[in-house]
């Protein structure tokens, strides 16, 4: 059962600063659920694409679009390790994973009502006992009462390359400039658009991850949660 007691750490930050990585170790570590926001964006683009095929985000009424996220059938699951998303019955783990639903899903984001149609959905996640959240707006909008919130940050150039990599391993072909460039515009319509903006919450602790590998962000996670979560549930 959900409780609003239940502890809450948020992973905030932009695409491709390894958000997902970390929040699977921390979750790992702790043995708590997680939530991947940008998954639901992303579902929703999918959707919305699927029912408008070749139609620009900004040419499709807006009221289609939040009825579309209102009416996400989806279920997760574990694959591997990885999450696995479930979509009516069809497995859309690697579906969403493209730069085309990431950009799609970021313009969609936008929406007010979009993120309004996803908020309930989002808070559900947190079950007992804990949750560990990633995406943009967890510590700043859907979970302001969290124990821990870690806004993670790394260069553009560095974040593009991870996501190069992250790609190639999974046999998405794709040029690094154009991924930087993709990023750029990403980021930029993320951190400026009036609905719940990419930024740290003001009680957030900023980690600079340019130069460090996952097991030294996940420490460095693990080391703020001994300090602040255990105390504060135990
Ligand atoms: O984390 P991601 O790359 O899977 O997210 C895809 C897009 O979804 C991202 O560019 C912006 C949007 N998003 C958001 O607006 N709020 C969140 N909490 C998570 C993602």
Known sequence: MSKTTDPVICLDGPSGVGKGTICLAVAEKLGWHILDSGSLYRIAALQVSRHFPDVEVESIKESQIVDIASKLSVSYGQKNSELAIILDGEDITQLIRNEK??????KIA???????????????????PGLVADGR??????????????YL????????ERRYKQLKDKGIDVILCDLVEELRQRDERDMNREAAPLKPASDAIIIDTTTLDIK??????????????IQDIN
């Open 110 to 128: 936008a929406i007010p009502a979009v993120r309004e149609a996803l908020l309930a959905r989002q808070r559900a996640f947190l079950t007992n």
């Open 153 to 160: 940050t790394a260069s553009p150039e560095e974040r593009a």
């Open 216 to 229: 030294q962000v996940t420490d460095e996670v693990m080391d703020w949660v001994s300090q602040r979560v």
């Open 101 to 106: 639903i990431g950009d799609k899903a970021s």
């Open 137 to 150: 707006d967890m510590g700043t909008v859907v979970f302001p009462q969290a124990v821990l919130k870690i």
